[in-house]
């Protein structure tokens, strides 16, 4: 019986699952925001989550059980450093999934997940998207 094992299997057997999640954490980690299935997000927030939370740890117990998952050093070093930094006074609740809708080719619902309080938002504030009335040529005068 399966009682209290919660786990989206995505059509795929258990190594390739855990090869999959460990490849999404490794690029959210990296580029702090990634597109991907409303599904596989959800398990992504999982997993990524509790790598967030062995980076807050600080020891090296912690930076091993992680390096099993994640054998890029470079992101380890990331989540070591940077983002345990970031979130050192968060609780939990590292990341955020934004509904994009559905794919064209197959209607697959799309979700962005994203880490919170991410240092490249890549988004532009709303002040400069909007063109300036000074900006427009016109001039009433």
């Given at each position: 019986?399966?009682?209290?094992?919660?786990?989206?299997?995505?059509?795929?057997?258990?190594?390739?699952?855990?090869?999959?999640?460990?490849?999404?954490v490794?690029?959210?980690?990296?580029?702090?925001?990634?597109?991907?299935?409303?599904?596989?997000?959800?398990?992504?927030?999982?997993?990524?989550?509790?790598?967030?939370?062995?980076?807050k740890?600080?020891?090296?117990?912690?930076?091993?059980?992680?390096?099993?998952?994640?054998?890029?050093?470079?992101?380890?070093?990331?989540?070591?450093?940077?983002?345990?930094?970031?979130?050192?006074?968060?609780?939990?609740g590292?990341?955020?999934?934004?509904?994009?809708?559905?794919?064209?080719?197959?209607?697959?619902?799309?979700?962005?997940?994203?880490?919170?309080?991410?240092?490249?938002?890549?988004?532009?504030?709303?002040?400069?998207?909007?063109p300036?009335?000074?900006?427009?040529?016109?001039?009433?005068?």
């Amino acid at each position: 019986m399966r009682h209290g094992k919660r786990l989206a299997k995505l059509g795929r057997r258990s190594s390739h699952r855990k090869a999959t999640l460990a490849n999404m954490v490794a690029s959210l980690l990296d580029h702090e925001l990634i597109q991907t299935t409303d599904v596989r997000a959800k398990e992504l927030r999982r997993t990524t989550e509790s790598m967030i939370t062995f980076g807050k740890r600080q020891d090296l117990h912690a930076r091993r059980q992680v390096l099993r998952s994640i054998p890029n050093k470079r992101i380890v070093d990331k989540l070591f450093g940077e983002l345990a930094e970031r979130y050192k006074g968060r609780n939990g609740g590292y990341t955020r999934i934004v509904k994009l809708g559905p794919r064209r080719g197959d209607g697959a619902l799309i979700s962005c997940i994203e880490l919170v309080d991410r240092s490249g938002s890549g988004k532009a504030p709303k002040a400069e998207s909007s063109p300036r009335a000074s900006d427009t040529g016109d001039t009433d005068s």
